[in-house]
């Protein structure tokens, strides 16, 4: 190998090493601070070099441009690397100084069902800004795994599970009786009704879920007993059952429209797992109103450089798969019918 | 840690309980009995991953648990290493497959779960199923590795590789899939969080993991086998790095992270 080669292979190395020994680090300080840490200027000069010497690489050695798998991985390295900084918050920085793109970075946004609203409250800082555009939450809503279940526990720890389904008796053994749920509320509230307290469900903002649960001793003797999902233990039984009441999330939906002037140009309900994309941002179920379920909370991302960072993940991994294992795979296949 | 007394419990504490003893004959130069009892272990561990999907009636590769127990019928990759690749090490793949039955018969949970809202995703079975390949290559690479290391050669009649040689042949194996594990690991963190990279310890010590075994491949090629020990030590210190990823983030909850309803 020529000196000059030799000595980019062992910066290459070196600076392989050297992100090793920085992402361990990275992993003892925890997310927050290793996001700041490698996002510092030094850690820039950093990334600018590994990519630097990549190309440098790439430049030198001829094998990395004529074995078609590890141009891709090298190359398509670059691009992670390009795609990263240019994505980053620096990045974003340094295109509004130089081309006056002025992109939110990533942010979060606020918005109560039925109105619409374009303002996002930057991470990291105080600041708000304005999309070019709105959106308009039309709906949000949980969803639970089905069916749902009411456990009931004696105090001799036997156990049931049974599903809630309104009206359904389900015996419980010849000791116990039976149990009815009689209704589930979404909204517990305590009004009065001729002169006595009587439950009903609330239909204005706000969530308080229970089940009214009859149970039947053996004897015929009926109790009725609430249940509630956010005060376990809260129920008044008799001394014999503890009951609970515990609802499993599967999803947080929050239907969405976006809204430009008075035009609704794009429509999706976004999910955990299934952001919506539109005019360079994409949006994310992130939190939502746990006591009322009134508004939920997005989660907004620029998407500059994410593109490129996908490309140099198609061309790392299609480069690394074709040069260690099917590269092989094809030359052994040929050199069988030879 | 838990003990599972259940008959999927039972199928995997058998599976263990064969894979041992093929090791222990293996070691003690049965070779014959052995291989029978590492078949016997795979054709148990083929019941018990056939008894859960049974019972969960859908493909078991939803949680961990059912990940590992996939795992477990580790029969059919130490055949392809032998076959394909000429490297081979009975016992220790037999040993492989005891240790990865481990989590599943004493660590997770075998409820079948509800899966919460980030975990549902197309991607969480190819992604964890790279990672979870990549490891037992991994593993097998390790043990050759040692085996450069404490000089034990092959027999001349078996006609498989020199220990240097196996190491770097099961890496190259590996090394796809463990960075296909990473990148779709990636891809999913941008789909479910917002961010391709969050800087979050597990993905910082998946990164480091992966870059051990990139220096390892160039250091390999600036070097060839020249220095054997150090391409050995390059091996085994890529599979610590890959042990702190998996357990130490998980189980000792150390950094608490992103990552920590993993466990
Ligand atoms: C930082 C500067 C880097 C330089 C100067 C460099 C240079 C090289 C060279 C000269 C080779 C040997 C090619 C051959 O077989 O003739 C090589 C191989 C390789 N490089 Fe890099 N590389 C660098 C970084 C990376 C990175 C970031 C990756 C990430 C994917 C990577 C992945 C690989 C792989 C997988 C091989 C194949 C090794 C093998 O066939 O054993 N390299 N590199």
């Given amino acids: 190998m020529h000196k000059y080669r030799r000595t980019i292979m062992w910066l290459g190395l070196l600076l392989i090493i050297v992100l090793t020994v920085l992402s361990i680090y990275g992993a003892f300080i925890g997310a927050e601070r290793a996001e700041h840490f490698f996002n510092q200027p030094p850690l820039a000069v950093f990334w600018m070099a590994l990519a630097t010497l990549l190309i440098v690489g790439i430049a030198a050695f001829r094998r990395l441009v004529r074995i078609p798998g590890l141009l891709l991985m090298h190359a398509g390295c670059v691009l992670i690397l390009a795609g990263g900084m240019w994505g980053s918050h620096a990045g974003h920085n340094l295109q509004k100084k130089l081309f006056r793109i002025d992109k939110i970075h990533s942010g979060r946004m606020a918005i109560y069902e039925g109105s619409s609203d374009n303002r996002v409250a930057l991470d990291g800082t105080r600041e708000q800004k304005e999309l070019p555009f709105s959106l308009k939450l039309k709906d949000f809503r949980i969803e639970y795994y089905q069916p749902v279940y009411l456990r009931i526990q004696t105090h001799q720890g036997r156990q049931w599970k049974i599903p809630v389904e309104v009206g359904k008796e389900f015996p419980l053994g010849d000791e116990a009786g039976t149990i009815k749920i009689v209704k589930a509320y979404e909204n517990f509230k305590v009004g009065m009704e001729e002169g006595k307290s009587a439950p009903f469900d609330d239909p204005s903002p706000g969530s308080n879920p229970a089940l009214e649960v009859q149970i039947t001793e053996p004897n015929g003797q009926a109790a009725t007993q609430y249940v509630f999902e956010r005060f376990p233990g809260h129920s008044h039984n008799q001394g014999k059952f503890s009951l609970s009441y515990h609802r499993v999330i599967s999803d947080y939906i929050s239907e969405l429209q976006i809204v430009e002037g008075d035009k609704i140009v794009a429509e999706k309900d976004i999910e955990v797992n299934h952001p919506l994309r539109f005019g360079g941002y994409h949006f994310y179920q992130s939190s939502y109103d746990d006591k009322a379920g009134q508004y939920t909370v997005l989660q907004v991302v620029s998407d500059t450089g994410l593109y490129v960072v996908y490309a140099g993940y198609w061309m790392l991994c299609i480069g690394v798969i074709w040069h260690l294992w099917l590269r092989h795979i094809f030359k052994r296949i040929q050199s069988k019918y030879k | ?263």
Wanted: include cysteine.
């Fill in chain 2, 1 to 263: 840690m838990e003990i599972k007394y259940t008959i999927q419990g039972l199928l995997i504490y058998m599976t263990i309980a064969a894979y041992l003893l093929a090791f222990v004959t293996t070691l003690l130069r049965r070779p014959k009995s052995g291989h029978f009892l590492y078949l016997l272990g795979f054709a148990i561990a083929v019941c018990s991953f056939g008894y859960r999907w049974y019972h969960v009636r859908h493909v078991p590769l939803q949680n961990l648990f059912e990940v590992f127990l996939c795992l477990g019928m580790i029969y059919p990759v130490s055949l392809f290493c032998r076959r394909v690749l000429r490297v081979g090490s009975d016992a220790a793949d037999m040993l492989i497959g005891a240790i990865v039955l481990f989590p599943a018969g004493f660590i997770f949970h075998a409820d079948p779960q509800q899966l919460p809202p980030a975990l549902q995703s197309w991607l969480f079975i190819p992604h964890v199923a790279a990672y979870m390949f990549s490891y037992i290559f991994m593993l097998m690479a390790t043990f050759q590795a040692f085996c450069q290391l404490a000089g034990i050669n092959p027999k001349p009649g078996e006609n498989l590789l020199s220990p240097e040689e196996s190491t770097y042949r099961i890496i190259c194996m590996g090394f796809p899939l463990l960075t296909l594990g990473l990148i779709l690991g990636s891809y999913w963190g941008k789909l479910a969080w917002g961010d391709y990279w969050g800087w979050d310890p597990k993905e910082l010590w998946s990164l480091a993991s992966w870059l051990v075994f990139l220096g390892y491949l160039h250091f390999r090629y600036m070097f060839g086998k020249k220095h054997p020990r150090i391409n050995s030590l390059w091996a085994i210190a890529g599979m610590a790095v890959i042990i702190i990823t998996l357990l130490w983030v998980n189980l000792s909850r150390i950094f608490s992270g992103l990552h920590s309803y993993a466990t």
